[in-house]
């Protein structure tokens, strides 16, 4: 394509917390909104984008970089320079580049956020009580990640295929999972699996139960590792946990269903309960 009169192209370099954040489609959504041309990709040190057009829209894709990131992203540099107008016929999200040592740090683990919950509950939704549905706005980052840049091959979701659904909510640039990595349904993703039984979902979720409930210890794999859980209203359970683990008197973390079981158990200040709803649900001392 020949290069519009008066464009002008820039490539910029953001590194910091950018990868695993929703960053690409970020760019991708704000450069056609602008009509700029070019293509964002991650790679090994964060994500490198092109663009090209009109100098006020590229100012303004610029700023938004630094003034209004994705609200998971961390931006620590934002670089810039002026190279050649290519002429590129539209803006893309291009495969990963993987030259150089990996240094990019991919984003922390979030909670669900509340429009993959509101499916979650929502009987007539393909995503109904399925527990690993997820977005570009929520769900595992870190814990998946086996290596840098961060896409789906390089996670512990490489072996799950997006059914055509996943693929089209995918692919589309209007939906909140674009470029969602970690994207899964119940056809096509993980599954809940009660391995003493072979159970499968619901069946699998209510043996788990049972098991907590009777005072036994639970491995818990998920996508990303093991939980050991147990009753922690159970004396016995938790000290059979303690003695498993050699873990004497270091606390456990106890999960609650919301601040009004937290503030049943302890004293939470403003600063604690802030921190429980935040979108890392991190545990709180």
């Known amino acids: 394509m020949v290069a519009a009169e008066g464009a002008v192209r820039r490539r910029i370099r953001v590194t910091g917390t950018v990868q695993g954040v929703g960053f690409r489609p970020f760019v991708y959504r704000h450069a056609t909104r602008l009509g700029l041309r070019g293509w964002v990709q991650n790679d090994s040190a964060g994500v490198l984008i092109e663009v090209e057009g009109d100098a006020p829209a590229v100012d303004e894709v610029t700023r938004l970089l630094t003034d209004e990131p994705p609200p998971l992203a961390r931006v620590g540099n934002v670089s810039t320079e002026s190279v050649p107008v290519a002429g590129d016929a539209a803006f893309a999200i291009l495969d990963s580049g993987h030259d150089g040592e990996p240094t990019a740090p991919v984003s922390v683990d979030t909670a669900t956020c509340a429009a993959c919950l509101a499916e979650v509950d929502d009987p007539a939704d393909r995503r109904f009580r399925y527990p690993f549905t997820n977005c570009t706005d929520c769900g ?3 814990t998946i990640v086996r290596s840098v840049p961060y896409d789906r ?5 490489a072996g799950f295929t997006m059914c055509p659904a996943c693929q089209a909510e995918y692919d589309d640039p209007a939906d909140r999972r674009f470029h969602a990595q970690p994207n899964a349904c119940p056809e096509c993703g993980p599954r809940l699996r009660w391995s003493l039984s072979g159970a499968e979902g619901d069946a699998a979720l209510d043996a788990t139960v049972a098991a907590l ?30 003695r498993r683990k050699s873990r004497d008197h270091k606390p456990f973390a106890v999960m609650v269903a919301d601040l009004n079981a937290a503030r049943a158990l302890c004293s939470l200040g403003a600063a604690a309960a802030e921190a429980l709803m935040s979108p890392g649900r991190p545990v709180v001392i």
């Open 153 to 157: 091959p390089g996670t512990t979701m």
């Open 140 to 142: 595992p980052r870190y």
């Open 213 to 242: 409930r009777s005072g036994a210890v639970v491995a818990v794999k998920g996508i990303g590792g093991f939980h050991l859980a147990v009753d922690a209203t159970d004396a016995t359970a938790v000290a059979e946990l303690r």
